[in-house]
C-alpha cells in the first residue's frame, strides 16, 4: 500500500491509500507496521501545495495518528512534517486539513520541548497563529 502513495500513482489511488492508512492507523499495533512499511516520507510528501485538500486531510490525519507513538514522532520530524502541517494552517486553507494538521502537530509536540520549538518556529516563519488555531478546535 506504501508504493500507492508515490508520485507515480495516480491522486485518486493515492487518495484512497491514504484514507486506508488513517483507518489503519487507529490501532497501536498498526501504527508501528505502517511506520516499519515506510509510510511516512510519503505521507509527508502528500502535504505539499499542490496536493488536493482531501489528500492532504488524509495525508495529515495519518500522521497525526502515527504519531501518537513515540518512535513514528522522531521519524514523522525527521521526514520534514512539521513546515508542511504548519503551512496548512494559513488562513484561506481548506478546513478539514487544517484540522487535521491542527491535531499532527498536537501530537508531535505533545512530551517533546524540541518538536514544539521547531513547530513555533515554523508557525513563525509561516506567519500562522498557532494558539489561535488550538482554541478553534477547542485543543
Do not use: W
Not at 508520485?7 to 511506520?35: E, H, K, M
Amino acid at each position: 500500500m506504501v508504493q500507492l502513495l508515490g508520485p507515480g500513482s495516480q491522486a485518486d489511488v493515492q487518495n484512497n491509500a491514504s484514507g486506508a492508512l488513517f483507518n489503519l492507523a487507529q490501532s497501536a499495533n498498526n501504527r508501528v507496521t505502517i511506520a516499519a512499511a515506510g509510510a511516512i516520507p510519503p505521507l509527508v510528501q502528500l502535504l505539499g501545495p499542490a496536493i488536493s485538500a482531501d489528500l492532504q486531510q488524509n495525508a495529515a490525519g495519518s500522521l497525526a495518528r502515527l504519531a501518537y507513538n513515540d518512535n513514528n514522532k522522531i521519524t514523522i520530524t525527521a521526514a520534514g512534517a512539521i513546515p508542511p502541517l504548519v503551512l496548512l494552517l494559513r488562513p484561506g486553507s481548506d478546513d478539514l486539513p487544517k484540522d487535521f494538521a491542527t491535531f499532527a502537530l498536537q501530537a508531535l509536540g505533545h512530551n517533546s520541548a524540541e518538536n514544539c520549538a521547531a513547530i513555533a518556529a515554523a508557525g513563525a516563519s509561516a506567519g500562522v497563529d498557532l494558539l489561535e488555531e488550538m482554541e478553534r478546535l477547542d485543543i
